[in-house]
């Protein structure tokens, strides 16, 4: 997993990467939770691919592969056409929110108390 962490550090400091707009203060690009990957970008397609890239090459160094099956891609506030070709890029399936993640409702909007 440190070498994906180096990656995506490598990835952040790339100037035609462009992070989801909540992520870019902190500079997250990516959160791990014991098998469990997010990775979080902006929904244009070079940011996607650079994603793509580096996880690619984690994947081949450390011959873990994402399961598509178990796989889901998020998308918020995409016009149809953008999305369209994001999903057709991935070959994920894509997920609706709100969604729970380890017990916890994950949405795109604010959570209260």
Do not use: W
């Not at 369209?84 to 909007?109: A, H």
């Amino acid at each position: 997993m440190e070498y994906l962490q180096r990656e995506m550090m490598q990835l952040a400091e790339n100037g035609d990467f462009n992070f989801h707009p909540r992520c870019r203060k902190m500079g997250i690009t990516h959160i791990c939770f014991a098998d469990d990957l997010l990775m979080f970008c902006i929904a244009d397609i070079e940011s996607i691919k650079l994603l793509q890239r580096d996880f690619q090459s984690f994947s081949t160094a450390s011959r873990l592969q994402a399961n598509t099956d178990k796989s889901s891609i998020y998308l918020a506030g995409v016009e149809s056409y953008k999305k369209q070709d994001i999903l057709n890029l991935l070959r994920f399936e894509e997920g609706t929110l709100p969604f729970r993640y380890l017990g916890v409702p994950l949405s795109s909007k604010i959570l209260t108390v």
